[in-house]
């Protein structure tokens, strides 16, 4: 259940961003690198990693 909380706060979060003048998704982090680049391409990150680790 937690995964889902922070995909669901993600979505509100990245909906959130397109009421801010030029925004700009830097990095997506997640468990599974096929979600993380599904997320990332969706908004536009610029970065996508497999795992919270290779995030920091």
């Given at each position: 259940?937690?995964?889902?909380?922070?995909?669901?706060?993600?979505?509100?979060?990245?909906?959130?961003?397109?009421?801010?003048?030029?925004?700009?998704?830097t990095?997506?982090?997640?468990?599974?690198?096929?979600?993380?680049?599904?997320?990332?391409?969706?908004?536009?990150?610029?970065y996508?990693?497999?795992?919270?680790?290779?995030?920091?």
């Amino acid at each position: 259940m937690r995964y889902c909380w922070f995909g669901q706060f993600a979505q509100t979060f990245v909906k959130d961003l397109k009421l801010v003048e030029d925004p700009m998704l830097t990095a997506v982090a997640s468990r599974s690198i096929a979600k993380s680049k599904e997320f990332g391409s969706e908004y536009n990150s610029k970065y996508v990693f497999g795992s919270y680790k290779e995030l920091f």
